[in-house]
């Protein structure tokens, strides 16, 4: 009973600093709230990619877990909350500009278009992250997952390079324990030395 219930407590759980943005924009009487609710919901599109990438090198580190092995059962969770976290952020950074005019005019900056890159290729991995697409693709469905790499990278960019390469130091803090636990699990696969096969 409880298995069945747990994606819904989870949901709840990822909506929270959702609905905190939320109440913040239905009681601002401005329009600087919504300026303001950038941050936030572009750091936990962040956060909730982060933590279903850590999923697999987490199990890798700390076999037989629970908490990893729930976590790769679960990871699907965190990746959709991150692309609805990634569609507020981009809605609120449209609705805080205003005009197309000033929408183009940021583009060629590098924390905007790299921000832009990321979210399309959040879009198909959201889109296919159901049980029907899984069977449907086969093979297919784990080569485009593996695209969320190239959105990790992007999404770093993007926080970094904000005010100036401000956004450097919090998105290193957030994204250094996943770029090493990547860093073991490709040694591990990869580049550890073997026993000889006599």
């Known amino acids: 009973m409880l298995s069945r219930l747990s994606p819904y ?3 709840a759980v990822v909506a929270l600093p959702g609905c905190a943005v939320l109440a913040s924009l239905l009681g601002a009487s401005d329009t600087k709230a919504i300026h303001d609710a950038l941050h936030p919901t572009g750091e936990f599109a962040a956060r909730m990619m982060i933590i279903a990438m850590l ?4 199990a890798l580190v700390f076999k037989g877990w629970r908490g990893p092995i729930w976590l790769k059962k679960n990871r699907r969770y965190f990746g959709v909350a991150a692309f609805f976290y990634a569609l ?3 809605v609120l950074y449209l609705v805080d500009l205003g005009t197309l005019q000033k929408v183009m005019t940021d583009l060629p900056k590098l924390y905007i278009w790299t921000g832009w890159i990321a979210f399309v290729i959040f ?7 159901s049980d029907y697409f ?3 693709m086969g093979r297919n469905w784990k080569t485009l997952q593996r695209t969320t790499y190239v959105a990790a990278v992007l999404t770093l960019l993007h ?8 956004g450097l130091g919090p998105a290193l803090v957030h994204f250094v324990p996943l770029g090493l636990l990547e860093a073991y699990r490709i040694w591990y696969w990869y580049l550890r030395p073997r026993p000889q096969v006599t």
Not at 123 to 129: G, W, Y
């Open 88 to 90: 507020a952020h981009t």
């Open 9 to 11: 407590w989870l949901w």
């Open 55 to 58: 999923a697999s090198p987490l």
């Open 134 to 136: 899984i069977r449907k």
């Open 123 to 129: 879009v198909p991995l959201a889109v296919t992250s």
């Open 159 to 166: 926080w970094a390079a904000l005010h100036d390469w401000g």
